[in-house]
Antibody, heavy 122, light 107 residues
Framework: QVQLRESGPGLVKPSETLSLTCTVSGGSINSYFWTWIRQPPEKGLEWIGYISYSGSTNYNPSLKSRVTISTDTSKNQFSLRLSSVTAADTAVYYC????????????????WGQGTTVTVSS | DIQMTQSPSSLSASVGDRVTITCRASQSISGSLNWYQQKPGKAPKLLIHAVLSLQSGVPSRFSGSGSGTDFTLTISSLQPEDFAAYYCQQSYSTPLTFGGGTKLEIK
């Protein structure tokens, strides 16, 4: 079955750029919507954005000026870049798969990576 | 943005109890409502999508209902492995948003 795995530095300095990669195994990235979500310590879940199978992107307006999500189809990977990070960006970052429901809206996030902790600190 | 309000934020219950968690959207989201379970240190797990469709492999003691703005997750008979945090999420429009979560604890 499809599995996702996040990778990237666990420590990023303030004002620098956070870069994470999600590797998709057991299935193709050339379908579905591919999503990043984060969870600050002891807090709830925040949707960061997605990239679709066609390459279109959609970002949370609260982060839009700092976020880029891209794909590398040759490696079956998608990536997150978050610039100008501060301590408020410290969180567990998850990648996930989002199918399209019969309604045409996005459906539930049905496959998740295990998450990777990113700490922003000097 | 569509705001998702979950209640209660925490809940103590016993094995065998019937439990209901509610989620209210700030505007109609039609049938685009999903429920997740999260255990400590783990990624969320999709339990129910599109209000009432049980994800493959999820026990039938979990059920969902609702429409428009008001939704519920019901666990018919709590099992020890059900003690966890639960989140609702709307997938009707971006930005996708989650409820604040309900922490289900053992009484």
């Amino acid at each position: 079955q499809v599995q996702l795995r996040e990778s990237g530095p666990g420590l990023v300095k303030p004002s620098e750029t956070l870069s994470l990669t999600c590797t998709v195994s057991g299935g193709s990235i050339n379908s579905y919507f591919w999503t990043w979500i984060r969870q600050p310590p002891e807090k709830g879940l925040e949707w960061i954005g997605y990239i679709s199978y066609s390459g279109s992107t959609n970002y949370n307006p609260s982060l839009k000026s700092r976020v880029t999500i891209s794909t590398d189809t040759s490696k079956n990977q998608f990536s997150l870049r978050l610039s100008s990070v501060t301590a408020a960006d410290t969180a567990v970052y998850y990648c996930a798969r989002d199918p399209i429901a019969a309604s045409g809206h996005l459906d539930g996030l049905d496959v998740w990576g295990q998450g990777t902790t990113v700490t922003v600190s000097s | 943005d569509i705001q998702m309000t979950q209640s209660p934020s925490s809940l103590s219950a016993s094995v065998g109890d019937r439990v209901t968690i509610t989620c209210r959207a700030s505007q109609s989201i039609s049938g685009s409502l999903n429920w997740y379970q999260q255990k400590p240190g783990k990624a969320p797990k999709l339990l129910i999508h599109a209000v009432l469709s049980l994800q493959s492999g999820v026990p039938s003691r979990f059920s969902g209902s609702g429409s428009g703005t008001d939704f519920t997750l019901t666990i018919s008979s709590l099992q020890p492995e059900d003690f966890a945090a639960y989140y609702c999420q709307q997938s009707y429009s971006t930005p996708l948003t989650f409820g604040g979560g309900t922490k289900l604890e053992i009484k």
